[in-house]
């Protein structure tokens, strides 16, 4: 029922939250919306920090839409990457698609333009859906939350009875749930390494069983991580049937013991009492023996002596032989007992660990910053969650499910409560590091989507522990409390049986409807058992607000295992002030260096005369100056008009207007070189379009210039 509760909830914030990238596109060459003269050899992009990329991972398209490049990628360096383009490219708008993985496995995919001698329109459809998108990457984000429940319900689970509560082995609903999270995590791996070539790539569902995609996703670092899990997945299983068979059997052998134990004092009870019927028989035997004794010889009363003498040392030392064999064979049977509750906890340890580093080598853990340190603290960091969460879920079982005669016991509880707040020291240490590491600066931790997940999940993580405080009250009350016990049940239930004969009786001149009757009986006794087992578990006050805050745990626990899983989904802070400075960088240089771009809408008034001219100063500053004029029709065709002529005005200055008359390159291309600007201000810049012999327009935008 818990498992199934966080699967739902898993589900509908899955479906909810779009997963977002890890690396961030912070360059490019040509840069987005750029116009250059001529079409380049190459386009290179540069990432915030190292992609998975792949030959067609970077697609160019020329402006009708075909494609441009060669398709090899080639990586230069400083997470930058080109790939090569065909020659004799004609001049238009180009579109530049990616769609690459991140370090820390999350795709990225993203497009923009640039144009050669002049921007045209483009017939390049660019897919909407971001990377990790539509139902493939609902369905991927689904198992990575299922994952998480299995980790924590698997782990926790298991430490919980070999820490805590070891005859919890033999509890079925204890046995029931770390097998669910077994299987949760194992059909949660298995689904994600189907689905990764379909998330990372193309998102369609039909490519889910392409084995081709499946090959490629081997040879990537989260294919391997997620066949490591698989592979440590099969000793876990190992690890479960040896925790639940050998200490389920050594509860069944304890319990025999006490029921023989109960036998033989039984009978010793009512061989006491046989004898104490026949006592003067007895003691008429004892006089008659003594008056013999008197009457032999000293000679036989000497050997009689010995011979009890004798009989009563051999007795003593046999009952002495008895005890020592018991003892040792206890004490074989608890170094027995220690020595399989050490293998398990080192065996145990080990599968732990691995699977929890499956996610650290993997995903944020792997990237960024102090790698070295960061991996071995998120390892510590999930087995701390899991410890806590899983033991967690695995007590609530416990309140709830655990039969009435095997009840979880006061020590259990106050052994976990210790265990619980141990986790929570180790949770904190890590969690401190790994904030810090991903976020850096308090305006990361305010201004980004993983920053304020971040906040959400640390105010959780404080309801949950204030929850746990209230449990730990209630634990302590439990262990003063004396055992709650139910009123003496033995003469109902000796009047069931008496009822269900009288029945059984009457059915039987009723052959027809006699198992009827006896199915009804049935239901009946097992609804009573369930009742009887329900009172004696409610008869606690202490247990009962135990399993209540227990239950309340659980709940916050819930949404904080959803809120952490999207959390893993969402580009650390950190990453995002990096790409935004590079981003800021590098709109800083263009606009130092220059790349003033104006548009100006024209209107001759003939026919035909209607357009759009665009102006390109580079680099925009105080001297010498290159001028481009760009001239469109208003179908975005270039326009060959017979004359374009252009004047710079600074007003305020009173300078100007200086004229330019730039020079035709190709039709509806105008250029001018070292055009002149003396003064740093605020420019009026004048076109003049002439279309024909008589009609022409001049057209003025200002533009602050140097």
Wanted: aromatic share 6%; glycine share 12%.
């Amino acid at each position: 029922m818990l498992l199934l509760l966080l699967a739902t909830v898993g589900a509908l914030l899955a479906g909810a939250v779009p997963v977002s990238a890890h690396a961030a596109l912070t360059g490019s060459d040509p840069q987005q919306g750029s116009v250059v003269k001529e079409a380049p050899d190459q386009v290179s992009l540069t990432f915030s920090e190292n992609v998975a990329m792949s030959d067609g991972s970077v697609r160019v398209y020329d402006p009708k839409g075909k494609e441009a490049d060669t398709g090899e990628v080639t990586d230069l360096g400083g997470n930058s990457y080109a790939v090569g383009l065909h020659s004799g490219l004609p001049d238009g708008t180009f579109t530049v698609t990616y769609q690459v993985v991140s370090a820390d496995s999350h795709p990225v995919s993203g497009a923009f333009t640039f144009s050669v001698g002049a921007p045209s329109k483009t017939t390049v459809a660019v897919p909407e859906n971001e990377a990790g998108g539509g139902i493939v990457g609902g369905l991927y984000g689904f198992a990575r939350y299922l994952s998480y429940a299995g980790f924590i319900l698997l782990v926790g689970g298991a430490a919980f009875v070999l820490a805590c509560w070891q005859r919890g082995a033999g509890v079925r609903p204890v046995q029931r749930l770390v097998v669910s999270g077994w299987l949760a995590l194992a059909t949660a791996t298995l689904a994600m390494l189907l689905m990764r070539g379909s998330y990372a790539g193309s998102g369609k569902l039909g490519d889910i069983f392409d084995l081709g995609l499946l090959s490629q996703v081997l040879q990537t670092k989260t294919g391997a991580a997620l066949v490591s899990r698989l592979l440590l997945l099969a000793a876990a299983a190992l690890f479960i049937a040896v925790l639940f068979g050998a200490y389920t059997r050594r509860d069944e052998i304890e319990d025999e013991d006490e029921d023989e134990s109960d036998g033989e004092e039984e009978s010793a009870e009512e061989a006491g009492g046989s004898t104490g019927e026949g006592a003067d028989g007895a003691d008429g035997a004892e006089e008659t023996s003594r008056t013999r004794g008197r009457a032999g010889t000293s000679e036989h009363a000497g050997k009689g002596s010995g011979t009890r003498s004798d009989a009563g040392t051999g007795s003593g030392t046999g009952s002495d032989r008895d005890d020592e064999d018991a003892e040792d064979d206890g004490a074989d049977e608890d170094s027995h007992h220690r020595d399989l509750t050490f293998g398990l906890a080192i065996g145990g340890g080990v599968v732990s660990a691995g699977l929890a580093a499956s996610w650290a080598m993997a995903e944020h853990a792997s990237t960024g910053i102090q790698t070295g340190i960061s991996m071995p603290l998120d390892v510590l960091h999930l087995l701390a969650v899991a410890t806590w969460l899983g033991g967690l879920a695995t007590l609530l079982v416990a309140l709830f499910r655990a039969p009435a005669d095997a009840p979880i016991e006061a020590a259990a509880v106050r052994r976990f409560s210790r265990v619980a707040f141990g986790s929570v020291l180790v949770l904190t240490a890590t969690g401190i590091y790994q904030s810090w590491r991903q976020v850096g600066t308090w305006s990361a931790l305010t201004g980004t989507a993983y920053g304020q997940l971040l906040l959400v999940k640390i105010g959780l993580v404080a309801v949950l522990v204030g929850i746990a405080w209230i449990s730990r009250r209630w634990t302590l009350q439990l262990a003063e409390a004396p055992a709650a016990t139910e009123p003496e049940p033995e003469a109902a239930e000796e009047k069931e049986p008496a009822a269900a004969h009288a029945s059984a009786g009457g059915s039987g001149r009723a052959a027809d409807g006699g198992s009827e009757r006896a199915a009804q009986l049935a239901r009946q006794r097992a609804a009573m058992a369930s009742a009887r087992e329900k009172r004696i578990r409610n008869a606690d006050p202490g247990r009962t607000g135990l399993r209540r805050s227990v239950l309340a745990e659980a709940g916050v626990a819930v949404v904080l295992l959803a809120v952490t899983t999207v959390l893993t989904a969402t580009e650390p802070g950190r990453t995002v002030e990096e790409a935004n400075a590079a981003k800021a960088a590098a709109t800083q240089e263009d606009e130092t260096s220059g790349a003033l771009a104006l548009d100006m809408s024209f209107d001759t008034g003939g026919k035909n005369g209607q357009g759009v001219a665009r102006l390109q100063i580079d680099p925009a500053r105080v001297g010498a100056n290159e001028m481009h004029v760009y001239v469109q029709s208003s179908d975005g065709k270039p326009f060959d008009v017979p004359e374009v002529k252009v004047a710079f005005t600074l007003e305020t200055k009173k300078i100007g207007p200086l004229p330019v008359v730039p020079d035709r390159v190709t039709t509806g291309h105008w250029t001018a070189g070292g055009v002149q600007i003396p003064m740093a201000g605020d420019w009026k810049i004048e076109i003049t379009v002439r279309t024909s012999e008589i009609d022409q327009v001049t057209v003025s935008k200002n533009a602050k210039i140097g």
